[in-house]
């Protein structure tokens, strides 16, 4: 795909979504916001190659963990995004403040083609406390009805440090 070898070889970079930026869910807005403005192209459905284990964390929020072997093979969304579309989305996704971390990630499409692109995985400092949490039992795709328990940004107690919910949310508390 000519989108996708264009990316290899420019400032762009292909992101692998697999929770709220999808189409349809609270956050894909951002996306579009990005789409229109140039920053960002839609290339198709994708899944990841190995199996990696999904699940939801405080407030219905999913968190790819990096672990490889345990979990399913995930589905979701590839974009090519450029240098000033990945701003908004490392913004989103906390990356400054160890919510989220960038990490590579192969993943094919559904017609077969295997791309190296990257994704939002929970950080490293909590992500294995957060699959034990969920009972070492992953999802393969968050869809849409796991959605409609997410809570957005605006809606979560504005006086919680986020990062205290989820330590709080691993170690077993609310």
Not at 86 to 99: F, V, Y
Not at 117 to 133: I, L, P, Q, T, V
Not at 146 to 152: A, I, N, S, T, V
């Amino acid at each position: 795909m000519a989108i996708v070898e264009a990316a290899s070889k420019s400032d762009s970079h292909l992101i692998f979504t697999y929770g709220t930026l999808k189409r349809g869910f609270p956050n894909h807005r951002l996306m579009e916001n990005l789409i229109s403005g140039g920053n960002v192209i839609f290339i198709g459905e994708y899944t990841t190659v190995e199996a990696f284990p999904l699940c939801c964390g405080p407030y219905g929020i999913p968190y790819l963990i990096n672990i490889t072997k345990f979990g399913h093979r995930i589905r979701g969304e590839l974009y090519k995004v450029n240098n000033s579309g990945l701003g908004p989305l490392d913004d989103l996704e906390g990356i400054e403040i160890g919510h989220y971390e960038r990490l590579p990630v192969t993943v094919v499409g559904d017609g077969g083609e295997t791309v190296m692109a990257e994704a939002y995985f929970a950080h490293r400092s909590f992500g294995d406390g957060m699959w034990k949490r969920c009972g070492e039992v992953g999802i393969e795709e968050f869809s849409m009805e796991l959605g409609k328990k997410y809570e957005r940004k605006e809606k979560r107690p504005s006086n919680h440090d986020f990062l205290q919910d989820i330590r709080n949310f691993v170690s077993g508390g609310d």
